[in-house]
C-alpha cells in the first residue's frame, strides 16, 4: 500500500541528461567568469611603471563615466518626476567618517543641562556683554623669525588685543599682571625651531587654560589675491563642536571676540571643526548683483513685446581671505590658570585615545 512506484528507465534518463545539461551550464559560465577576471588586470599586477599608470589611468576614467552616467540618470528621474507633479526619489547620502563616527554619551542636545549651566561658567561675563574682551598676546621665552609675523596678523583679527614682550619673565608672573589689568584672556605663542607650534590660551581670572598644536600655518603674504582685513569688529563663526567638550572650547574660543560685530565691515572669522581639527579662517566678503538671461525649456531666449530680452538679477556672495591660516588640534584642557603641577585636568589628549578613525571627541 505504501510503497514507492519505481522510476522507469525512461524517466531515470530524462533526469540524468537534465543534471548533464545544468553541468555544462554552469560551467560555461565558470569559464566565462574565468575568462572576465583575466581581462581585468589591475594596476598592482604590472612591474612596468608606463603602462601601469596608463592602466590607473584608464580605470580611472571609466570610473568616471559611469559615476556621469548615473547623475545624468538621477537627474532625468527627478525631472521627470516634476513635471508629473510627484515627490523625485530621495538622494542618497554618501558615507563618511563624520556620519558614521562612533556613539558618543557627551554629544549636546537641546534639552542638555550643560546649556542651563553656561549662566554661572567663567566665560559669562563676556558673554553676556557685561565685560569688554581684553587679549593680552605674548611669546615664549625664545621667539622665531616666522612668530612676530604671525601675532602681528592676530593683533588685526582679534580687537582689542595687545602685545607684550616675554622677556624673562615666569608665566605665573604674566598672568598675575594679566590680572590686575583687568585682562580677560591671554594667548602665549610657542615656536620651535623657528616656527609657531603651539596656542596656549588662558581664560582671566578664572580660567580654563586650553593647550593647542599649531601646524599648516600660512601667513597673508602668502596666500594668493589676499585683502586686507579692516578695524570693524568681526562676525564670528563656530561650527561642529557638539560635544560638551567642545562646547566648552567653543566658548572660550568666542570669549575672545567682542559680541557686537559690525556688519558694515563685512568680515568673518571662521573656526570650524572638523575630525578633532579646529581650522581657522578669516574673510571679507561681499554682495554683488549679476544679470542672467532667461531662456525657455528649447534653449531660446524669451522676448517681450518690445522685442527686448528678458533678464533676471541674482545676488551672489565672494570671498576673499584675507589671512593668517592655521589648523588647531587640541592637546589639554586644564581647570583654572595654567599650573603645570598642581593644576587638575578636565581633559588630555593620551596616544591610546586614537584607537578608531571614527572616534571624535569635540
Not at 549636546?108 to 567663567?122: I, Q
Not at 598675575?176 to 616656527?195: G, M, P, W
Not at 568666542?254 to 581657522?280: A, C, K, M, W
Not at 603645570?340 to 569635540?362: A, I
Request: proline letters at 5%; a positive charge.
Amino acid at each position: 500500500m505504501g510503497a514507492k512506484r519505481k522510476k522507469s528507465e525512461s524517466e531515470t534518463m530524462e533526469d540524468y541528461d537534465d543534471d548533464v545539461v545544468l553541468d555544462k551550464k554552469e560551467k560555461k559560465k565558470m569559464k566565462q567568469m574565468e575568462k572576465e577576471k583575466r581581462k581585468e588586470i589591475l594596476p598592482s599586477m604590472i612591474k612596468n611603471k608606463e603602462k601601469r599608470s596608463a592602466v590607473h589611468a584608464k580605470l580611472k576614467l571609466q570610473k568616471k563615466v559611469e559615476k556621469r552616467k548615473k547623475l545624468k540618470a538621477r537627474d532625468a528621474e527627478e525631472k521627470r518626476a516634476l513635471e508629473l507633479g510627484e515627490e523625485p526619489p530621495p538622494r542618497k547620502i554618501p558615507r563618511t567618517i563624520e556620519n558614521t563616527r562612533e556613539f558618543d554619551e557627551t554629544v549636546c542636545k537641546p534639552d542638555d543641562e550643560l546649556f542651563a549651566g553656561n549662566d554661572a561658567d567663567e566665560f559669562s561675563s563676556v558673554l553676556k556683554r557685561e565685560r569688554i574682551p581684553k587679549i593680552l598676546i605674548t611669546t615664549s621665552r625664545f621667539n622665531s623669525t616666522r612668530g612676530p609675523a604671525f601675532i602681528s596678523e592676530l593683533l588685526e583679527v582679534i580687537p582689542n588685543a595687545h602685545y607684550y614682550k616675554r622677556g624673562t619673565y615666569d608665566l605665573k608672573k604674566i598672568v598675575e599682571y594679566a590680572k590686575k589689568q583687568d585682562f580677560t584672556s591671554l594667548i602665549v605663542v610657542h615656536t620651535n625651531r623657528r616656527e609657531p607650534d603651539a596656542l596656549l590660551i588662558i581664560g582671566l581670572p578664572d580660567g580654563p587654560t586650553a593647550h593647542f598644536k599649531l601646524s599648516r600655518l600660512v601667513l597673508r603674504k602668502d596666500i594668493k589675491n589676499h585683502g586686507n582685513p579692516t578695524s570693524h569688529e568681526p562676525e564670528l563663526v563656530l561650527t561642529n563642536f557638539t560635544t560638551h567638550l567642545g562646547h566648552r572650547i567653543g566658548r572660550l574660543i568666542q570669549s575672545l571676540f567682542p559680541q557686537e560685530p559690525n556688519f558694515r565691515g563685512r568680515r568673518v572669522v571662521t573656526f570650524h571643526n572638523q575630525r578633532d581639527y579646529i581650522f581657522f579662517r578669516h574673510h571679507r566678503y561681499i554682495f554683488e548683483t549679476k544679470e542672467s538671461k532667461q531662456g525657455d525649456s528649447k534653449g531660446k531666449n524669451r522676448k517681450d513685446g518690445k522685442g527686448e530680452k528678458n533678464t533676471q538679477q541674482k545676488v551672489i556672495a565672494r570671498l576673499q581671505e584675507c589671512g593668517p591660516r592655521f589648523t588647531l588640534k587640541l592637546r589639554s584642557l586644564q581647570h583654572e590658570t595654567f599650573d603645570t603641577k598642581g593644576g587638575e585636568y578636565e581633559w588630555v589628549h593620551k596616544p591610546e585615545m586614537d584607537t578608531s578613525r571614527r572616534r571624535f571627541f569635540m
